[in-house]
Protein backbone atom coordinates (compact mmCIF):
# COMPACT_ATOMS: atom_id res chain seq x y z
CA UNK A 1 0.00 0.00 0.00
CA UNK A 2 1.36 3.36 -1.38
CA UNK A 3 -0.22 5.44 1.25
CA UNK A 4 -1.24 8.96 0.41
CA UNK A 5 0.60 10.32 -2.59
CA UNK A 6 0.62 13.91 -3.16
CA UNK A 7 2.65 15.94 -6.06
CA UNK A 8 4.26 18.07 -6.96
CA UNK A 9 6.41 18.01 -3.51
CA UNK A 10 7.20 21.24 -4.57
CA UNK A 11 6.02 23.74 -6.35
CA UNK A 12 7.22 27.42 -6.86
CA UNK A 13 4.78 30.04 -8.70
CA UNK A 14 4.85 33.90 -9.33
CA UNK A 15 2.57 36.02 -8.04
CA UNK A 16 -1.16 36.11 -10.61
CA UNK A 17 -0.20 32.54 -12.32
CA UNK A 18 -2.04 29.15 -11.18
CA UNK A 19 -1.34 26.02 -8.52
CA UNK A 20 -2.12 22.76 -9.34
CA UNK A 21 -1.74 20.29 -6.30
CA UNK A 22 -2.82 16.51 -6.60
CA UNK A 23 -3.55 14.09 -3.96
CA UNK A 24 -4.10 10.63 -5.11
CA UNK A 25 -5.79 8.51 -1.34
CA UNK A 26 -4.72 5.02 -0.38
CA UNK A 27 -5.84 2.64 -1.60
CA UNK A 28 -9.54 1.91 -0.68
CA UNK A 29 -9.86 4.95 0.66
CA UNK A 30 -12.66 7.59 -1.60
CA UNK A 31 -12.87 10.51 0.97
CA UNK A 32 -10.28 13.26 0.67
CA UNK A 33 -9.51 16.45 2.95
CA UNK A 34 -7.35 18.80 2.43
CA UNK A 35 -5.43 21.41 5.02
CA UNK A 36 -3.26 24.34 4.52
CA UNK A 37 -0.43 24.91 7.05
CA UNK A 38 1.57 28.18 7.52
CA UNK A 39 4.77 27.58 8.75
CA UNK A 40 5.25 27.04 12.64
CA UNK A 41 1.37 27.22 12.50
CA UNK A 42 -1.38 24.14 12.69
CA UNK A 43 -3.17 22.63 10.19
CA UNK A 44 -5.83 24.70 9.16
CA UNK A 45 -9.03 22.28 7.82
CA UNK A 46 -9.84 23.62 3.91
CA UNK A 47 -12.50 21.20 2.43
CA UNK A 48 -13.63 16.94 2.06
CA UNK A 49 -14.53 15.42 -0.85
CA UNK A 50 -15.82 12.43 -1.85
CA UNK A 51 -15.96 11.25 -5.34
CA UNK A 52 -17.47 13.94 -7.68
CA UNK A 53 -18.81 15.20 -4.65
CA UNK A 54 -17.74 18.52 -1.98
CA UNK A 55 -19.25 17.87 1.25
CA UNK A 56 -17.72 20.60 3.25
CA UNK A 57 -15.80 23.29 1.80
CA UNK A 58 -16.13 25.59 4.42
CA UNK A 59 -12.48 26.51 5.27
CA UNK A 60 -11.85 27.49 1.30
CA UNK A 61 -11.37 31.09 0.47
CA UNK A 62 -14.51 31.88 -1.44
CA UNK A 63 -12.25 33.34 -4.51
CA UNK A 64 -9.43 31.99 -6.30
CA UNK A 65 -9.41 28.44 -4.30
CA UNK A 66 -11.27 25.39 -5.86
CA UNK A 67 -11.43 21.47 -5.12
CA UNK A 68 -12.21 18.54 -7.17
CA UNK A 69 -12.29 15.00 -6.72
CA UNK A 70 -13.57 13.57 -9.86
CA UNK A 71 -14.74 9.74 -10.47
CA UNK A 72 -11.44 8.98 -11.69
CA UNK A 73 -7.62 10.33 -11.58
CA UNK A 74 -6.24 12.56 -8.27
CA UNK A 75 -7.94 14.79 -6.02
CA UNK A 76 -7.07 18.56 -7.49
CA UNK A 77 -6.74 21.49 -5.23
CA UNK A 78 -6.30 24.67 -7.75
CA UNK A 79 -5.68 27.70 -6.74
CA UNK A 80 -5.94 30.54 -9.36
CA UNK A 81 -4.05 33.89 -9.69
CA UNK A 82 -1.82 33.31 -6.36
CA UNK A 83 -0.34 35.40 -4.27
CA UNK A 84 2.32 35.86 -2.09
CA UNK A 85 0.13 34.93 1.14
CA UNK A 86 -0.60 31.48 -0.62
CA UNK A 87 3.12 30.13 0.36
CA UNK A 88 2.33 27.23 2.68
CA UNK A 89 2.18 23.47 2.66
CA UNK A 90 -0.65 21.92 1.36
CA UNK A 91 -1.28 18.23 2.85
CA UNK A 92 -4.19 16.04 1.88
CA UNK A 93 -5.44 13.09 3.67
CA UNK A 94 -7.69 10.21 2.83
CA UNK A 95 -10.10 8.15 4.73
CA UNK A 96 -11.99 4.83 4.07
CA UNK A 97 -15.79 4.79 3.54
CA UNK A 98 -16.49 2.48 6.37
CA UNK A 99 -18.81 3.33 9.26
CA UNK A 100 -17.13 4.77 12.42
CA UNK A 101 -13.97 5.11 10.88
CA UNK A 102 -12.86 8.34 11.46
CA UNK A 103 -9.06 8.16 11.18
CA UNK A 104 -7.48 10.55 8.56
CA UNK A 105 -3.74 9.35 7.01
CA UNK A 106 -1.89 12.09 5.12
CA UNK A 107 0.11 12.62 2.38
CA UNK A 108 3.46 14.10 2.20
CA UNK A 109 2.32 17.35 1.32
CA UNK A 110 3.07 19.76 -1.44
CA UNK A 111 5.18 22.80 0.01
CA UNK A 112 4.19 25.84 -2.50
CA UNK A 113 5.96 29.03 -2.68
CA UNK A 114 5.12 31.88 -4.22
CA UNK A 115 7.52 34.58 -5.93
CA UNK B 1 -17.90 25.44 15.14
CA UNK B 2 -15.15 23.90 17.10
CA UNK B 3 -12.49 25.27 19.00
CA UNK B 4 -8.91 23.15 19.87
CA UNK B 5 -7.17 24.86 22.52
CA UNK B 6 -3.78 23.73 23.29
CA UNK B 7 -0.50 23.96 25.89
CA UNK B 8 2.04 24.13 25.90
CA UNK B 9 3.52 25.61 23.01
CA UNK B 10 6.76 24.78 23.71
CA UNK B 11 7.85 21.89 26.02
CA UNK B 12 11.65 20.37 27.02
CA UNK B 13 11.98 17.56 29.15
CA UNK B 14 14.49 15.33 29.73
CA UNK B 15 15.31 12.20 28.41
CA UNK B 16 13.83 8.94 30.04
CA UNK B 17 11.03 12.05 31.73
CA UNK B 18 7.41 12.33 31.13
CA UNK B 19 5.82 14.48 28.92
CA UNK B 20 2.21 15.82 28.73
CA UNK B 21 0.15 17.64 26.28
CA UNK B 22 -3.41 18.40 26.99
CA UNK B 23 -5.91 20.08 25.34
CA UNK B 24 -9.31 21.26 25.19
CA UNK B 25 -12.35 21.39 22.93
CA UNK B 26 -15.65 23.59 22.84
CA UNK B 27 -18.28 21.27 20.52
CA UNK B 28 -19.74 19.09 23.64
CA UNK B 29 -20.72 17.06 20.35
CA UNK B 30 -17.20 15.40 19.22
CA UNK B 31 -16.51 12.21 19.75
CA UNK B 32 -12.92 11.54 17.96
CA UNK B 33 -10.16 13.01 19.26
CA UNK B 34 -6.76 11.79 17.54
CA UNK B 35 -3.23 12.83 18.03
CA UNK B 36 -0.43 13.72 15.30
CA UNK B 37 3.56 13.66 15.26
CA UNK B 38 5.14 15.49 12.89
CA UNK B 39 8.60 16.05 12.60
CA UNK B 40 10.43 18.94 10.34
CA UNK B 41 9.48 18.49 6.71
CA UNK B 42 7.65 15.49 7.63
CA UNK B 43 4.00 14.45 7.27
CA UNK B 44 1.43 14.11 9.85
CA UNK B 45 1.39 10.66 11.39
CA UNK B 46 -1.53 9.46 13.25
CA UNK B 47 0.05 7.95 16.75
CA UNK B 48 -2.89 7.73 18.97
CA UNK B 49 -6.80 8.21 19.07
CA UNK B 50 -9.68 8.06 21.52
CA UNK B 51 -13.39 7.94 20.90
CA UNK B 52 -16.14 9.56 22.89
CA UNK B 53 -17.19 6.47 24.83
CA UNK B 54 -13.56 6.27 26.07
CA UNK B 55 -11.73 7.39 28.92
CA UNK B 56 -8.04 6.13 28.73
CA UNK B 57 -6.36 4.49 26.08
CA UNK B 58 -2.91 3.03 25.78
CA UNK B 59 0.01 2.44 23.11
CA UNK B 60 3.57 1.49 25.03
CA UNK B 61 4.69 4.42 25.93
CA UNK B 62 1.96 6.46 24.88
CA UNK B 63 -1.05 7.43 26.46
CA UNK B 64 -4.05 9.46 26.00
CA UNK B 65 -7.08 10.17 28.71
CA UNK B 66 -10.55 12.02 27.85
CA UNK B 67 -12.48 13.60 30.11
CA UNK B 68 -16.05 14.54 27.86
CA UNK B 69 -16.84 16.43 30.83
CA UNK B 70 -14.47 18.94 31.31
CA UNK B 71 -13.73 18.76 27.60
CA UNK B 72 -10.43 17.97 27.65
CA UNK B 73 -8.16 15.78 26.69
CA UNK B 74 -4.40 14.72 27.26
CA UNK B 75 -1.24 13.08 25.52
CA UNK B 76 1.15 11.56 27.91
CA UNK B 77 4.56 10.14 26.37
CA UNK B 78 6.61 8.25 29.44
CA UNK B 79 10.24 7.39 29.10
CA UNK B 80 11.27 9.89 26.26
CA UNK B 81 13.57 9.07 24.18
CA UNK B 82 14.92 11.46 21.31
CA UNK B 83 13.10 10.55 18.77
CA UNK B 84 9.96 12.15 19.86
CA UNK B 85 11.20 15.16 19.36
CA UNK B 86 8.90 16.88 16.94
CA UNK B 87 5.60 18.92 16.76
CA UNK B 88 2.33 17.37 18.44
CA UNK B 89 -0.68 18.58 17.19
CA UNK B 90 -4.12 17.18 19.37
CA UNK B 91 -7.55 17.50 17.03
CA UNK B 92 -11.60 16.90 17.87
CA UNK B 93 -14.54 16.55 15.33
CA UNK B 94 -16.54 19.14 14.51
CA UNK B 95 -19.62 17.38 16.14
CA UNK B 96 -19.71 13.80 15.51
CA UNK B 97 -19.28 13.64 11.94
CA UNK B 98 -16.13 12.00 10.46
CA UNK B 99 -15.81 14.73 8.03
CA UNK B 100 -14.00 17.93 9.13
CA UNK B 101 -11.44 17.35 12.18
CA UNK B 102 -10.31 20.58 13.75
CA UNK B 103 -6.59 20.95 15.13
CA UNK B 104 -5.10 22.67 18.20
CA UNK B 105 -2.17 25.25 17.01
CA UNK B 106 0.49 22.75 18.27
CA UNK B 107 3.17 21.57 20.50
CA UNK B 108 7.10 21.81 19.74
CA UNK B 109 8.23 19.13 22.05
CA UNK B 110 12.15 18.76 22.73
CA UNK B 111 14.00 15.89 25.08
CA UNK B 112 17.62 16.96 26.20
CA UNK B 113 19.86 14.28 26.27
Known amino acids: NAGVMQNPRHLVRRRGQEARLRCSPM?????VYWYRQLPEEGLKFMVY????????ESGMPKERFSAEFPKEGPSILRIQQVVRGDSAAYFCASSTTASGAYEQYFGPGTRLTVT | GENVEQHPSTLSVQEGDSAVIKCTYSDSASNYFPWYKQELGKRPQLIID?????GEKKDQRIAVTLNKTAKHFSLHITETQPEDSAVYFC????????????FGSGTRLSIRP
Open chain 2, 91 to 102: AATEGSSASKII
Open chain 1, 49 to 56: LQKENIID
Open chain 1, 27 to 31: KGHSH
Open chain 2, 50 to 54: IRSNV
